[in-house]
């Protein structure tokens, strides 16, 4: 376990409640000895908000961004999300809370390759009460948002790397979500989609005020982030601000 | 909360999308389906057949016949000497009971041997040649050479009677006899006849079918085979039909059905361990745990309908031409459809049921990651292990 003191990042903000927020937010796995990938953190997210997770392979990110989108489940410590504390949700409550308020974009895409991009991002919408036509039209505008309107009928596999992690885009604002978490976004695509990514990121965050929690290695999220977060050995080592 | 209507018509595209994407493993497993179902409703159908007989050598000594031949022999030997090996239990004594069912009641035949400890067994004496043993309580009212006894014997445990002889050239069984046997029904209603010749008691059963059974009682339908007059136990018994009916087929389908659930387990298996980014990445977006486990069933439910007709095909193919291999009287019937399709569903669910509850139940992580998933607890959000 390191040597070095917890960076409590409990931000105050006097304007409104932080849209998602860590208490003593620890998580361990037992190999021989327990480990530690996320070490007693506590950061609050303000609305709007444009936050970077950096720091080296192991050091915990990841599991950070899991346990703040109701992926996996800490060990210790509590997550907050618009002030409703995950604690005591069953696997269908967390469910819920991803479909109504959280949006997930990931290194990988992770879209479902036997769906075409319309009906990819129309997912999330289906598992609510909306009409069929009122899910479809909203797919459309979002597939035009990210600029691929003309790419709605097409598969996964008949499109690039940077078009796939689009069409993730568009579903992650499927449901116009509180936040919108993203693990390496970036990670699998060319230097030049990488800067177009960043860029789409920033659009989505100044012009429809979304907010982002973004883990990257990538130094062009850090220009455009409000704030980056440090991390080390499961804890937050360092805040400072973004290139904002 | 959402109905399960709305889960239904939220995830059945997915179904359907799932279905013609791994179309060859769920024409697989509904052909697995459908041959366990088919070879049940082969079993079913010799079993209705072979049952038959077995219900005919469930007579328990009560003489159920109302007219019983007495003979020198009235089985061919070797059907004396199967029945006596296949009995497994006391046998008393065997027969070949003949039921002839008409419009009025059945009409049953009992032909024994003429050596038969049944005798002993009532506490009656062996009939001789010529003899004529009446019920103290019934009086005779025919002639030298047919004895006719009142329309009903003695019920319970009175002895049996043996109440007329009759030689070969008698012409016996007149149709005043037979209208002495006035009540159709059960028996007990006897009316023994000695004969003392094979083609005495032949010439005897012939007259019974003319004179008795036609034209005033049409006749409904026939059964005859062999039948033991038993003392064992029931379970002795049941213990001996089980052996001889059910047992040849049963091992069979045991094994088919053992061969599809295995065969469903494992094509289920591999299509969740291919699917398992696509159940994670649902369960990201927000369907709920009913969702997934309605989107499976849903398929399954087109593998149980295709497996079902394929079934269906099948028996309405094999079963006519098999007909002449199986037992007598052998048929397909819906109650054995019923049951056959229930089965088929047993083993279904059995095959599925691991692969749907660990989808069911398995976080994200658990299955982006391929992270064990525990079936046993339901945790609830910070669990601490």
């Known amino acids: 376990m390191s040597s070095r003191q917890p960076v409590t990042d409990l931000t105050p903000s006097a304007e409104a409640e932080p849209i998602l927020r860590t208490v003593n937010l620890s998580k361990s796995y037992f190999l021989g000895e327990t480990i530690y990938a996320v070490n007693d953190v506590s950061l609050a997210i303000e609305p709007k908000e444009f936050v970077v997770i950096v720091g080296p392979s192991g050091c915990g990110k990841t599991t950070l961004l899991s346990l703040l989108g109701g992926l996996d489940r800490p060990n210790s410590g509590e997550v907050l999300l618009e002030g409703q504390s995950y604690s005591g949700l069953s696997e269908n409550g967390l469910a819920q809370l991803r479909r109504n308020h959280i949006g997930f ?65 568009a579903r992650a604002l499927a449901n116009s979500p509180a936040v919108i978490l993203a693990d390496e976004p970036t990670g699998n695509l060319d230097s030049k989609t990488k800067t177009e990514m960043a860029e789409l990121f920033l659009r989505l965050n100044e012009d429809f005020a979304q907010t982002f929690v973004v883990v990257s290695h990538d130094e062009g999220f850090s220009r455009y982030a409000h704030r980056v977060i440090h991390m080390q050995d499961g804890q937050l080592a360092k805040v400072e601000a973004g290139g904002r | ?49 072979a049952g038959l007989q077995a219900s005919l050598a469930l007579a328990p000594f009560e003489l159920p016949a109302d007219v019983v031949f007495l003979g020198q022999r009235t089985l061919a030997a070797a059907e004396l000497g199967e029945w006596e090996r ?40 062996a009939p001789e040649p010529g003899a004529i043993l009446l019920p103290a309580l019934f009086r005779p009212r ?78 409904l339908s026939r059964a005859d085979g062999p039948v033991l007059l038993w003392t064992g136990t029931a379970a002795a018994l049941a213990r001996g039909v089980v052996s001889q009916t059910y047992m040849p087929g049963a091992g069979a389908l045991t094994m088919v059905l053992a061969f599809c659930g295995i065969g469903l387990f494992t094509v289920s298996s591999l299509s969740f361990l291919d699917r398992k980014r696509d159940l994670a990445i649902l369960k990201t977006v927000g369907l709920e745990s009913g969702g997934i486990t309605a989107m499976l069933l849903l398929e399954q439910g087109f593998v149980a309908a295709a497996g079902t007709a394929l079934a269906m095909a099948v028996a309405a193919a094999t079963i006519p031409p098999l007909r002449g291999l199986l037992p007598a009287g052998s048929g397909l019937r819906w109650t054995s459809v019923f049951w056959g399709v229930a089965v088929g569903m047993l083993v279904q669910a059995a095959g599925v049921a691991l692969p749907v509850l660990t989808a069911r139940v398995a976080t994200v992580n658990q299955l982006l990651l391929n992270l064990p998933v525990s079936l046993q607890r339901r945790r609830v959000y910070g669990n601490r292990e």
């Open chain 1, 105 to 169: 974009v990931f290194q990988f895409f992770n879209l479902i390759s036997h769906l075409s991009a319309m009906e990819n991002v129309m997912l999330p919408m289906r598992f609510g009460r909306q009409p069929r036509r009122v899910i479809r039209d909203r797919a459309g505008e979002l597939l035009d948002m990210v600029g691929l309107s003309q790419r709605a009928n097409h598969l996964p596999l008949q499109m690039s790397g940077g078009e796939q992690q689009r069409v993730a885009i």
């Open chain 2, 1 to 49: 909360m959402r109905t399960r209507r709305e889960l239904a018509a939220a995830v059945w595209p997915l179904a359907l999308r799932s279905l013609r994407r791994q179309r060859g493993r769920y024409a697989l497993m509904s052909g697995l389906l459908g041959l366990g179902i088919a070879t049940y409703l082969l079993y079913a159908t010799y079993l209705s057949g």
């Open chain 2, 86 to 125: 296949r009995g497994g239990v006391d046998v008393l004594a065997v027969a070949r009971l003949t039921e002839y069912r008409t419009e009025h009641g059945t009409l049953r035949v009992l032909a024994l041997p003429a050596a038969s400890p049944l005798w002993e067994a009532v506490g009656a004496p």
């Open chain 2, 142 to 219: 025919a002639g030298p050479t047919i004895s006719l006894i009142p329309p009903r014997a003695p019920e319970g445990a009175a002895p049996a009677v043996v109440a007329g002889h009759h030689t070969a050239t008698d012409v016996v069984l007149s149709s005043m006899a037979l209208t002495l046997l006035p009540q159709p029904g059960p028996a007990p209603n006897c009316l023994f006849i000695w004969a003392r010749t094979e083609a005495a008691a032949a010439s005897l059963a012939g007259t019974l079918t003319v004179d008795y059974l036609q034209p005033r009682r049409p006749l």
